[in-house]
C-alpha cells in the first residue's frame, strides 16, 4: 500500500467555476497545498503542509494529514464535499 493513502478521500473545489478535485493520499494533498491552493498563509495551512510531511517521511498516520487538509480547506474557505 502506497504510504499516505486515505481510507476516504476528500474532494474539493478547487477553482472558482465549479471544478472539483478528489484527493486520495498525502502525496496529493501536499502537492495541492504547495502547488493549487488559493492561499499560501494561516495557521492551518502551515500546520496541513508539516504534517503532511511527517506522513510522507512515515513518522505520523495518514489520517491525520486528512485532517490537517480540511482544516486548512475550512481556514481557506474551501468548499468540501460532504464526507
Not at 39 to 61: P, S, T
Amino acid at each position: 500500500m502506497e504510504r499516505g493513502h486515505w481510507n476516504r478521500p476528500v474532494t474539493y473545489e478547487e477553482d472558482d467555476q465549479g471544478g472539483y478535485r478528489t484527493i486520495t493520499s498525502t502525496e496529493e494533498a501536499a502537492r495541492a497545498l504547495l502547488l493549487a491552493w488559493p492561499v499560501d498563509e494561516g495557521k492551518e495551512y502551515f500546520a496541513a503542509q508539516r504534517i503532511c510531511l511527517a506522513v510522507l517521511e512515515g513518522r505520523q498516520a495518514p489520517e491525520l494529514a486528512r485532517e490537517a487538509f480540511l482544516k486548512a480547506a475550512a481556514e481557506a474557505g474551501v468548499f468540501v464535499r460532504d464526507q
